[in-house]
């Protein structure tokens, strides 16, 4: 396998990613950048036998892979899972019977699962900041795709941010942790889980509201906001 004219390879912060050179459809490259097939990696081992590179290594026998991207911790070592993706989305159930014994043939005690590929944050417990001062700290800190807003009482909000895929949530939530406070001393940074009725996998909600060209509500509703950027 020519690894380095195959994949190239990148780090940013806690993430190791190794992507395919292969130049793909738009619109498959749109749907693997959503999570389209994506599988969790646990119980990966620190030691450098399972090094991100022969993970691929391993995983591409089955297929040209996607994307892998690779948790360390600040020492470099395995924080002990990753996720994957292959270019042909369908090989995810393949991978799912393959991978784990492929894996233990190396003697590495990897699971494979399915990625949960969780996308939205909550937001509470926020002091002083109204909805649209909020929107504009959380524009500073990380991008988000979209924004829904629910007053659960009078002048007080729950803020729900959902974020392209899983990486840039988790990516997002570490961010949002180390900078809590500027939205007062309760506030709270949470995931919110897909099972939860506010969740988008749930909600088709017809109260979202289009931003114009300079971010200002076009609609305006007397309970709940949605922000989609």
């Not at 600040?74 to 990753?82: F, M, P, V």
């Not at 019977?97 to 949960?116: A, D, G, W």
């Not at 500073?140 to 909000?157: N, T, W």
């Not at 939530?173 to 406070?181: D, F």
Request: with cysteine; aromatic share 12%; net charge positive.
């Amino acid at each position: 396998m020519d690894f380095e004219s195959q994949y190239r390879t990148s780090q940013v912060n806690g993430t190791i990613s190794i992507t395919t050179r292969q130049v793909l459809d738009e619109d498959l490259k749109s749907a693997l950048e959503e999570g389209e097939g994506e599988l969790y990696l646990t119980c990966i081992p620190r030691d450098r036998r399972s090094s991100p590179e022969k993970i691929v290594q391993l995983a591409s026998e089955l297929g040209e892979i996607y994307a892998l991207r690779f948790k360390i911790d600040y020492a470099g070592n395995s924080r002990g899972y990753a996720y994957l993706q292959y270019i042909n989305p369908p090989l995810k159930e393949a991978a799912m019977e393959y991978l784990p014994k492929r894996f233990l043939q190396m003697n590495l005690p990897i699971k494979v699962m399915t990625s949960l590929n969780k996308r939205e944050l909550l937001l509470n417990q926020v002091q002083s900041l109204r909805p649209w001062q909020v929107y504009q700290e959380m524009r500073k800190i990380f991008p988000f795709a979209i924004l829904r807003v629910y007053e659960y009482q009078s002048g007080k909000f729950i803020y729900i941010f959902g974020y392209r895929n899983n990486d840039m949530a988790a990516n997002a939530h570490q961010t949002i942790r180390n900078t809590i406070r500027r939205f007062g001393a309760r506030a709270h940074i949470s995931w919110l889980c897909r099972k939860h009725f506010l969740s988008g996998h749930k909600l088709d909600s017809p109260c979202c509201q289009k931003l114009d060209e300079n971010h200002m509500l076009l609609v305006t509703s007397t309970d709940k906001y949605c922000f989609t950027i």
